[in-house]
């Protein structure tokens, strides 16, 4: 079955970039996603790219995609105390009626001031 | 502010109590979820509704019983359930469920079950 895998806890510090890598099984994903929560809160829509693409870099996020490898990952550039969340991954396919999303178990971003 | 609201935020129920969460959608979205998100698991579709209608029911037990009244609204149902059921239940909505919309998430109701 489709399957998400990450790393479970990244620490950096403040000022320095973080890397949070993502692998998936299901080639014909559509979309690949990263989504943030922070504690107590519901998941935030960070970023997402299109199956087809290689890079996307929207202000200090930068997504990059492997599609032959199926690793995606996301570097947040001067990170920051505020970043310091979950940051979840995720591919969309289409199964039955609908488009999913599967979601891998979340990487905990500590950033030490 | 994601335009989804749940309701409660946080829930304490005993196994016996019926209760209900609450989701409410302000994009003018046809499509609602809900999701469980439980401690070191990834999270767990539960149902779809596209058009009020439920297109997807993920094997989810009984004791969940979801209704979605118009495509603002959608609640869940919960009775009889178990202390495994303790978990933060995430509420989202897309524009459609199908092709590549974007999800929308709720903060989420923290429900214990005691």
């Known amino acids: 079955g489709e399957d998400v895998e990450q790393s479970l806890f990244l620490s950096v510090r403040e000022g320095d970039s973080s890397v949070i890598n993502c692998t998936y099984t299901?080639?014909?994903?559509?979309?690949l996603y990263w989504y943030k929560q922070e504690p107590g809160a519901g998941l935030q829509l960070l970023t997402y790219i299109f199956s087809n693409m290689d890079m996307k870099q929207d202000q200090r996020l930068t997504v990059l995609l492997n599609k032959k490898d199926k690793h995606l990952s996301l570097r947040i550039a001067d990170t920051q105390t505020g970043d310091s969340a979950i940051y979840f991954c995720?591919?969309?396919?289409?199964?039955?009626?609908?488009?999913?999303?599967?979601f891998g178990t979340g990487t905990l971003l500590a950033v030490q001031p | 502010e994601t335009g989804v609201t749940q309701t409660p935020r946080h829930l304490v129920m005993g196994m016996t109590n019926k209760k209900s969460l609450k989701c409410e959608q302000h994009l003018g979205h046809n499509a609602m979820y809900w999701y469980k998100q439980s401690a070191k698991k990834p999270l767990e579709l539960m149902f779809v509704?596209?058009?009020?209608?439920?297109?997807e029911n993920n094997s989810v037990p009984s004791r969940f019983s979801p209704e979605c009244p118009n495509s603002s609204h959608l609640f869940l149902h919960l009775h009889t359930l178990q202390p495994e059921d303790s978990a933060l239940y995430l509420c989202a909505s897309s524009r459609t469920s199908g092709g590549a919309d974007t999800q929308y998430f709720g903060p989420g109701t923290r429900l214990t079950v005691l």
């Open positions: 299901d080639s014909s994903s559509t979309y």
């Open positions: 509704y596209s058009l009020e209608e439920r297109v």
């Open positions: 995720a591919e969309s396919f289409y199964g039955g009626a609908t488009n999913k999303l599967i």
